[in-house]
């Protein structure tokens, strides 16, 4: 594996211990990458003494220039110990959130890291009941595994998925040990030992391709998976476990494990998509892309390895564009996630490398500080204070009113303030398996004042969630084969071919308050319903040009153009219903996530149905901002 680059990254927080340890690098380094660093040991306690200046308290309302990232997470980090301590059970070490789960866990890694963190803004330095709470803590994962290490895979909602190594869980519990090793006991240290060599130990057999026939209930994986290397699915969970592998070994000087690791995390760089995105399910996934680029950006800490760094940048660029401007992820091209409010919060140590990321993280923190938002206590948040790299930063795209992003005739994102939308042509046939979404729903609009207003999330075997529903005998087409962005400014679109017949649909900003979408039928005499997923919610109400107003609750509502007076108004925003078109709610999605794959009433959209045909090939929507 070769890597080369074009900039000047970060210095990686851990030295490299390919030298110490004799062991091949697999890659080529140009001579301007290497960059001086002290090699700082196994036993990572300079966690004791990291160097965290006074920098300046950020302020809301401060510019972004003004941001301190790193003073944010200290300061998230210290007021998330109480809401933690306050879940903490003493007779059995485990945190309860609403539930219980072994991956709430985690958290023993920062209370370790605030026990030992010498600053005179701790006030949690030397604590020993926190110092308590990560020792019993630690104790509880060892309570919970099996013989050969694995653990339940349990949710807080109570539901059981089989047994698994948790990646995550596995990460903190490796590092809190590494913290820790002055404060455990012998005995306690044994059992960690034990608990965490099992642990690797399985996932290092996995990847040689030695499969435990006990993970998993039968729901995770099928035919349609695809395996990469060593008999072991390249994804973002494999990646998490080759560095989980890779930093095992250097903590226990444990030589197969390191190289292993290391051939898994590289075989996940090399399934990075040109484009800049790890393939999940026919295209992007914007939510499992920053798994992944926190998987990485670890191993690039621990390692030193300079192969990672133009998948980093390639990566990195993808991920910092495909944001709405508020910071959360865009879902229209997200084969894996639909829409989630809230400003992404995980991976900000990696996107630091780049001068175009630290200004990302700024933006992002700038967002949450303006918000007043606070973080739970979380090993993501201790990672993005111990590998934050200060420097440089660069503008970036969202500080702009006007700009256009583009991936070839694949996706589009156009900024025209205060609009801003998102096309996407990524298709993939339907697969079994229950994490990937269909590939149906290629438009979403978002407005500064009232945020999302079209939803470009996706369902699995749902055909109303689709943007098109073409009849057919037996089963009706609403999974496009194929599709295409146009990109012609102030019309772009989106061109869409189900088997034979093609349809699309093209947005119009007309002005700061006004905004166009128009659906057309390609083909002449063919007919098909078309649909727009509304980003209505549960609790909320919208009302009609007559004045009615309607609930929306778990109690359906349809309203048609003929008795809505021609268009609904909801939340700051208004949409004009065509002739013969109507509005309903709620809509549950298929909801991987949970085990009977129902969606709560929270997750329940609304949705906007249309009929087109020979006569009406053509329906446009005028989305219409009410707020002043």
């Known amino acids: 594996m070769k890597g080369s680059a074009s900039r000047i990254y970060g210095t990686p927080s851990h030295g490299s211990f390919y030298a110490k340890q004799g062991l091949p690098t697999e890659m080529t380094i140009k001579s301007e990458w290497i960059v001086p660093r002290l090699f700082c040991g196994l036993l990572v306690l300079w966690a004791t003494c990291l160097p965290i200046a006074a920098f300046s308290t950020a302020k809301r309302g401060d510019s972004i220039d003004n941001v301190s990232p790193k003073e944010f997470y200290l300061d998230q980090l210290i007021r998330g110990v109480a809401p933690a301590m306050k879940s903490f059970l003493e007779d059995t070490g485990r ?34 009941k926190l110092l308590n709470a990560a020792l019993k803590g630690g104790d509880a994962i060892c309570e919970a595994q099996y013989e050969d290490g694995t653990v339940e ?73 695809t395996w990469g290397w060593g008999n072991f699915e390249v994804n973002h969970l494999s990646t998490w476990d080759g560095l989980n592998v890779y930093r095992a070994g250097q903590i226990f000087q444990h030589n197969e494990w ?65 944001v709405y401007p508020e910071g959360c992820l865009i879902e229209t091209f997200d084969g894996r996630s639909r829409y989630t409010p809230g400003i992404l919060t995980a991976a900000h140590f990696t996107f630091s490398q780049l001068p175009e990321g630290r200004r990302f993280v700024k933006f992002l923190v700038s967002q949450m500080n303006n918000k007043g938002i606070a973080l739970p206590l979380s090993s993501d948040l201790l990672r993005n204070l111990l590998y934050y790299h200060e420097g440089v930063d660069e503008k970036i795209p969202l500080e702009k009113t006007s700009y256009v992003y583009s991936l070839g005739n694949k996706m ?55 943007n098109f529903v073409f009849p057919a005998s037996g089963r009706p087409t609403y ?137 009406t090939p053509s329906a446009t929507f005028t989305i219409t901002v009410m707020k002043p």
């Open 412 to 466: 589009l994102v156009r900024r025209k303030a205060p609009w801003f939308y998102c096309l996407s042509g990524f298709t993939a046939a339907p697969t079994k398996n229950r994490w990937g979404l269909d590939r149906q729903n290629f438009v979403s609009v978002w407005n500064d004042q009232v945020g999302l207003i079209v939803s470009g999330g996706n369902s699995k075997a749902q055909p109303e969630w689709s």
């Open 95 to 128: 945190f309860v959130q609403g539930g219980w789960c072994v991956d709430n866990q985690e958290v023993i890694y920062p209370l370790a890291y605030l026990f030992t963190l010498q600053d005179g803004r701790n006030p949690y330095a030397g604590d020993k």
């Open 258 to 322: 390191q190289q292993t690791g290391q051939r898994m995390v590289h075989s996940a760089l090399e399934s990075l998509d040109p484009l800049g995105y790890w393939p999940e399910f026919g295209g992007p996934s914007t939510t499992y892309n920053l798994d992944y680029l926190q998987a990485v950006g670890l191993y690039y800490e621990h390692s030193g390895d300079l192969a990672a760094i133009p998948y980093l940048e390639r990566a990195l660029d993808f991920q910092i564009k495909t």
């Open 153 to 225: 895979f349990l949710k807080n909602d109570g539901s059981n998925w089989g047994r698994i190594y948790l990646h995550q869980t596995l990460n903190a519990w490796l590092e809190a040990y590494v913290l820790l090793q002055e404060q455990i006991d012998q005995g306690r240290k044994s059992r960690w030992e034990r608990g965490i060599h099992k642990m690797v130990e399985g996932v290092y057999q996995q990847i040689l391709g030695n499969r435990n026939q006990r993970l998993y209930s039968g729901i995770f994986h099928d035919e349609d998976v």
């Open 479 to 615: 999974i496009p084969s194929n599709g295409t962005v146009r990109e012609k400014n102030p019309r772009d679109a989106v061109i869409l071919t189900y088997e034979d017949k093609r349809a699309s649909i093209e947005v119009s900003p007309k002005s700061k308050k006004e905004l166009q979408l128009k659906a057309h039928l390609e083909n002449l005499g063919s007919s098909a319903t078309g649909q727009l997923v509304l980003y209505l919610r549960a609790g909320s109400t919208f009302k009609t040009a007559t004045g009615e107003v309607f609930s929306l609750s778990d109690k359906p509502v349809e309203v048609s153009a003929e008795n809505s007076g021609g268009w609904i108004e909801y939340d700051g925003w208004r949409i004009t219903l065509p002739h013969r078109s109507r509005v309903s709610f709620p809509s549950y999605p298929f909801a991987p996530q949970n085990r009977q794959a129902k969606a709560a009433l929270s997750e329940a959209r609304g949705l906007l149905f249309y009929p087109l045909d020979s006569t």
